[in-house]
Nanobody
Framework: QVHLVESGGGLVQPGGSLRLTCAAS????????VVWHREATGKGREWVAA???????NYAYSVKGRFDISIDNAQNTIYLQMNNLKPAATGVYYC???????????????WGQGTQVTVSS
């Protein structure tokens, strides 16, 4: 009943910018936390940005100062603004969220299908 859909990926030149969108739909009482992950070819999955239920943000050291995570609660949409992109940022980006569907439900983890980001000249 809850779905996450990422969009906004594509091909961008080094130094360029992209904004990824993670749209949550379905029965949503609250979103308790959001994490953006990246999985690159030949590498394991790693987290790059997180937004906690308390409103705090955290970033991986490699993207700190260049990436910005934000959330629009009215639209149940999470964004990842990526600036000054480097080739190392290439990979499939996934959003995951801890969502409580109703007042009588417990939180559960949901994942989107991912969106490809390629940084290349």
């Amino acid at each position: 009943q809850v779905h996450l859909v990422e969009s906004g990926g594509g091909l961008v030149q080094p130094g360029g910018s992209l904004r990824l969108t993670c749209a949550a739909s379905g029965s949503i009482f609250s979103i308790n936390g959001v994490v953006w992950h990246r999985e690159a070819t030949g590498k394991g999955r790693e987290w790059v940005a997180a937004f906690t239920s308390g409103g705090a943000t955290n970033y991986a050291y490699s993207v700190k100062g260049r990436f910005d995570i934000s959330i629009d609660n009215a639209q149940n949409t999470i964004y990842l603004q990526m600036n000054n992109l480097k080739p190392a940022a290439t990979g499939v980006y996934y959003c995951s969220a801890e969502i409580r569907a109703s007042v009588v439900s417990r939180t559960r983890s949901y994942w989107g299908q991912g969106t490809q980001v390629t940084v290349s000249s």
